[in-house]
T-cell receptor, first 116, second 113 residues
Framework: EPEVTQTPSHQVTQMGQEVILRCVPI?????FYWYRQILGQKVEFLVS????????KSEIFDDQFSVERPDGSNFTLKIRSTKLEDSAMYFC??????????????FGAGTRLSVL | QQQVKQSPQSLIVQKGGISIINCAYE??????FPWYQQFPGKGPALLIA?????SEKKEGRFTISFNKSAKQFSLHIMDSQPGDSATYFC????????????FGKGTKLSVIP
């Protein structure tokens, strides 16, 4: 069964460093998402991406964050200068369609980001 | 207004019993309500979903009950099995150009033999 893959599974970085989290969405999917989950809290939406541009973003997704689909298969989330509060599990998701009842978002296993 | 409140935080059920997880929302613009199941080390996976034009949806042992007037919906797992032990998230989406999912905090279900 096709799946969304994320690498690395765990990323440790120093505060102030840049990190890039990588995702390979399901191959024929067109819509891509990033969510995060701070330990013990709910999963929160960060950004959605379609046709090589951001279609929606949350308040969390500030200028420190950026997304890119560099090569037609990967989908990346970059945090320019990490803060302690960026420590969280980051989930990538993809969906084939946006039609409401068919917007089944398939999630990767996540990347745990630890900022020291 | 964007929140989805989920309870309980954790739930222990005997094998064969009924597991019930509840969610409530405030934003009446929500019109798609999926439930996700997450096993350790895996991402959330869609379990079952409902639109507010129906009051109940059943798929196998999993049933969503939806009360539009109370702005509440719940997941019932009949004949709960140890393999159902996972974290369950309710979620909601507005649609109409916005397909971001707003999640509840999750319920950790443990089904004991």
């Amino acid at each position: 069964e096709p799946e969304v893959t994320q690498t690395p599974s765990h990323q440790v970085t120093q505060m102030g460093q840049e990190v890039i989290l990588r995702c390979v969405p399901i191959s024929n999917h067109l819509y891509f998402y990033w969510y995060r989950q701070i330990l013990g809290q709910k999963v929160e939406f960060l950004v959605s991406f379609y046709n090589n541009e951001i279609s929606e973003k949350s308040e969390i997704f500030d200028d420190q964050f950026s997304v890119e689909r560099p090569d037609g298969s990967n989908f990346t989330l970059k945090i320019r200068s990490t803060k302690l509060e960026d420590s969280a599990m980051y989930f990538c998701a993809s969906s084939l369609q946006r039609a409401l009842a068919k917007n089944i978002q398939y999630f990767g296993a996540g990347t745990r980001l630890s900022v020291l | 207004q964007q929140q989805v409140k989920q309870s309980p935080q954790s739930l222990i059920v005997q094998k064969g019993g009924i597991s019930i997880i509840n969610c409530a929302y405030e934003n009446t613009a929500f019109d798609y309500f999926p439930w996700y199941q997450q096993f350790p080390g895996k991402g959330p996976a869609l379990l079952i979903a409902i639109r507010p034009d129906v009051s109940e949806k059943k798929e196998g042992r999993f049933t969503i009950s939806f009360n539009k007037s109370a702005k509440q919906f719940s997941l019932h797992i009949m004949d709960s099995q140890p393999g159902d032990s996972a974290t369950y998230f309710c979620a909601a989406s507005i649609g109409a150009g916005s397909y971001q999912l707003t999640f509840g905090k999750g319920t950790k279900l443990s089904v004991i033999p």
